[in-house]
């Protein structure tokens, strides 16, 4: 075989995998044939990469969709982000930082599981605006995005008024507010939590989750006594008693939202933390569990065990040092930080502690809430005797807030306060989403989809196991780890280019947050595509391993399912 030499060579590979190579060598693979003689771009056809990198999961077929109801898969014209999404985002960028945009949608073309970007690119959306989106679009009813029974909301004189007048719901709220809050918030509140307070966003639901819990706390200090003038005065000036020295107990890997308080509590990433002033409150590690679950059982429980007993070790350290824990606040699955698991008996044991303490138990279901764990919340997995104190909600319940037991009740005006408190429109459209979930089971949806998208994980898992480890998941909110951030975001990148839209989190994890209304042929289209990702991956960078450096660049403007797409920056 011939040595290297010190001219480039670019090869177009044609067939079910289009791209172009650059290959920094002049003798090519024995089984392409390439004869020495070539130069410049020669075109060559190459079997699909499926079977040169060995075989190609198959998951089933996607059953076939009636495109007035639903799009039939992705379509894709220019990559992501496309011309004009890169001319908008350099106008926002003008106005504000921008970085963080992934591209500009077309919301008016948007359909059912298929988010439509504004250079015409379809999409099967699996990260649903941050696990935001409860139901998208009725699979009954040929609409867009939006489901229709929204759209019928807005379309309905008598909700008008609703939409148009935001009040102060402190002070001015709509005669039918305490009704639609029987509708919507209360027809699904968690056992044992018959108040509800409703808020913005998931920070100022935790926020002041933490705020009714001290009051709770000082309030059960203070017994029958009234509050004294020292602390009336003390507290505007930030000082003890006034201010009393407490503290919530989180979790390393945790997240909270953005604000000061539950800043103080987020530990997912740096970026968020940086530079912003904070509490001297504890944190106790999070159970870091060994994946396949059948076979670490004893090494898990081990785990588990370690977290809760330094749990218990730092309320009493800071008892010690006069800084009381009043609460402890975690979420069912650590979402932003890595969609971190731990089991059902990890948190009742957690709530024990709790309890045993004297501490409240705040349980953040911000990210998991809204039945994508098969269940409405996915707290009610652990099977708890005595319920959370608090427990947070936003993103699928299309309002924030959060629930409480009595005790936890302010006992007065203005203690849990804003202008707002919350949106009665959202209110409206979740009483409508809790119909389109009961009547559709959506619930038992999440539960089948979910079985379908993690047996076709493990199974890639199986076939990729240097690129995919880990895979977990409860309903269809699914994850798996790549072997590094690097890895993991060329991953997003390529997926996103072939038309699907996935979201990372932690260190290296990949997540899956579709819709309720995702179905088992969405899960086998989205392994599908991502088989056949894994298969150019493995090719690629099995070849660069053996030939030295390849660079990937598009070949074709305009490329359909199953084309192989841009790789960057393979060194």
């Not at 079997?47 to 198959?58: A, D, M």
């Not at 999409?123 to 229709?148: F, K």
């Not at 009040?167 to 018959?194: D, M, Q, T």
């Not at 707002?420 to 009961?438: F, H, Q, R, Y």
Request: proline share 6%; glycine share 8%.
């Amino acid at each position: 075989m011939p040595g290297p030499a010190a001219s480039s060579r670019r090869l177009v590979l044609k067939g079910a995998t289009e791209a172009v190579l650059l290959l920094h060598c002049s003798w090519m693979w024995p089984t392409l044939k390439i004869a020495p003689s070539l130069n410049y771009t020669d075109i060559i056809t190459v079997p699909p990469l499926e079977f040169l990198s060995g075989h190609r999961y198959i998951s089933q077929a996607a059953a076939k969709i009636d495109v007035d109801f639903d799009y039939d898969g992705p379509l894709m014209k220019t990559e992501v982000p496309g011309p004009r999404s890169r001319e908008l985002m350099k106008q926002l960028n003008g106005i504000q930082n921008a970085e963080a945009v992934h591209f500009f949608c077309n919301y008016e073309e948007s359909r059912g599981n298929y988010l439509v970007d504004v250079d015409g690119n379809r999409m099967l959306d699996l990260y649903s605006q941050i696990s935001s989106i409860p139901i998208g679009r009725d699979t009954h009813e040929p609409e867009g995005y939006s489901h229709p029974s929204l759209i019928k909301l807005l379309q309905q004189p008598q909700n008008l008024s609703t939409f148009v007048n935001r009040p102060a719901l402190g002070i001015l709220p709509p005669e039918n507010f305490a009704e639609r809050l029987k509708e919507s918030l209360l027809s699904v509140a968690p056992k044992g939590l018959p108040q509800v307070i409703t808020m913005s966003c998931g920070s100022c639901s935790n926020e002041n989750a933490f705020k009714a819990i001290f009051m709770w706390y000082r309030s059960k200090e203070r017994g029958h006594n009234n509050v004294t003038k020292e602390e009336l005065e003390s507290c505007m000036i930030n000082q003890p008693p006034g201010c009393p020295d407490y503290a919530m107990l989180s979790f390393m890997g945790g997240f909270h939202g953005r604000t000061m308080g539950c800043l103080a509590t987020t530990h997912s990433k740096a970026i968020h933390k940086l530079d912003i002033p904070s509490l001297d409150w504890p944190i106790a590690p999070f159970p870091r569990l060994k994946y396949p679950l059948e076979d670490f059982v004893k090494e898990n429980q081990q785990e588990e065990a370690r977290c809760l007993e330094e749990v218990e070790d730092l309320i009493v350290k800071y008892r010690k040092k006069k800084k009381i824990v009043a609460g402890i606040i975690i979420e069912p699955i650590q979402s932003e930080g890595g969609d971190n698991h731990a089991s059902d008996d990890f948190f009742r044991k957690l709530r024990d502690i709790a309890r045993k303490h004297g501490c409240a138990f705040l349980v953040d279901e911000v990210q998991t809430g809204g039945g994508c764990t098969g269940k409405f919340w996915a707290h009610e997995h652990w099977g708890l005797d005595d319920p959370a104190d608090v427990v947070t909600f936003s993103k699928k319940m299309m309002t924030g807030g959060f629930f409480h037991k009595e005790e936890f009740r302010p006992n007065a005006p203005y203690r849990i306060f804003n202008t707002w408190l919350g949106d009665p429109s959202k209110n409206l459209m979740l009483a409508e989403v809790i119909k389109v979930i009961k009547r559709e089971d959506l619930l038992n949806n999440a539960t089948h989809a979910g079985k379908a998208l993690l047996t076709g994980l493990l199974d890639l898992q199986a076939r990729y196991p240097h690129l995919i480890s880990r895979v977990r998941g409860r309903g269809t909110f699914c994850s798996f780890d790549t072997p590094n951030d690097a890895t993991r975001n060329k991953l997003i990148t390529i997926a996103r280019n072939k038309g699907v839209v996935l979201g990372g989190c932690g260190d290296r994890s990949i997540r899956f947050r579709p819709t309720l209304i995702f179905k088992d042929h969405h899960a086998h289209l989205f392994l599908n595509i991502f088989s056949d990702i894994l298969a150019n991956f493995n090719f690629i960078r099995s070849h660069h391993c053996l030939y030295g450096t390849v660079n990937v660049i598009p070949f074709s403007p305009k490329r359909q399912v199953g084309h192989f797409d841009s790789f960057a920056g393979f060194t």
